[in-house]
């Protein structure tokens, strides 16, 4: 098998060929400004905003009037979490997250702390799971959102959406979701589950960079936002600026496939991950799963090794692309946050990596890089003192 695999997909994805076909027409002769309402350029590339806004509002239950188009889900949760306590104005205003969100919730939140809000960042269990339970104890009166992420990116674990969305509407207080490793992957309905907000991204599910968006629940509640930028009054005042026709017809058509796809794609990543798994444990000693074993992700494989030093791991799997954590962080020398919450040591946190299985991922490919991560394993031991000492005690 040729090298290198790309078994990164978490990080990002190749966009799709048919996804590509879709937005090329917009590079070129379909170029207008989908503002300029008065002639047939500007026609068609509303349009062509239109039906993608269709395409991601039908992916997740949604209205398409919903759906706000952003430049990713960075900006998505940016908008969803400023914009909501911005609006309500009070600085008594709570807000619920988890130890283990992406930064793009973490952040954005330790500056809305620093200007005084309140924020309560509950624990996980071992598998990186929050218990509704927990969402419910930590409710004060000031409260008015809670910011739980669909599926960890890390670790792949699922959170009880549904049952905190539930929870969330009991006490009228507003549920947003980092959805942008969940979407496309596992199904997702806003109404079902109780989201008044959901952040996704183009990049994640074969679709373009530089674009994503922001479901925002209209009626049960109305949610009402404040922009973070104003200028023109696009996407009705949430979101100023000319739109991005090219990545947003790129989005809807990327949507579209996954919700076409998504019940046979998710079984094949799932046989693709056990498998890949199932080779490694089999083919040497001392890894061990982290995140749920069974409610994750269905191309998130998160495995530690012991008796060897993460770099050096990187470094030996040249060949096949895979990370330490998050991409966000894969510079960070520090063990992940994430698996620290999740009380694995450092040694083994730092000798820790991500597999993400993704659309283009083959059999063939998954049996190469089992060898190959077996191979390495045992290269890197053959010369590594704790190994030697495990092995003659």
Known sequence: ??????????????????????????????????????????????????????????????????????????ESNNLALKGVLARVGSPEAHVITGVTEHHAVLDPLARLERQGYRITRLPV???????????????????????????????????????????????????????????????????????????????????????GALYVRRRGPTVRLDALFDGGGHERGLRSGTLNVPGIVGLGAACALCAEELPVEAERLIRLRNRLRDGIIEGTEGVTLNGHPTQRLPGNLNLSFAWVRGEALLMGLRGVAVSSGAACTSANPEPSYVLRALGVDDELAQASLRFGL??????????????????VLQQIRSLSPSYQLHRSS
């Open 1 to 74: 098998m040729p090298m290198p695999i790309y078994l990164d997909n978490h990080a990002t994805t190749r966009v799709d060929p048919r996804v590509l076909d879709a937005m090329w027409p917009y590079f070129g002769e379909q170029y207008g400004n989908a503002s300029s309402r008065h002639h047939v350029f500007g026609r068609a590339a509303e349009q062509a905003v239109e039906t993608a806004r269709e395409q991601v509002a039908n992916l997740i239950g949604a209205s398409p009037r919903e759906i706000v188009f952003t430049s990713g889900a960075t």
């Open 125 to 211: 269990d071992r598998y990186g799971c929050i218990d509704p339970a927990q969402v419910e104890a930590a409710f004060t009166e000031q409260t008015v959102l809670v910011s739980l992420m669909a599926a960890n990116n890390e670790i792949g674990t699922l959170h009880p959406v549904e049952e905190i969305g539930r929870l969330c509407k009991r006490r009228g207080v507003l549920f947003h979701t980092d959805a942008a490793q969940a979407v496309g992957k596992i199904p997702l309905d806003v109404e079902a589950m109780g989201i008044d907000l959901l952040s996704l991204s183009g990049h994640k599910i074969y679709g373009p960079k530089g674009v």
């Open 358 to 375: 993704g659309r283009f991922t083959t059999a063939e490919e998954i049996e190469s890089v089992i060898a190959e991560v077996c191979r």
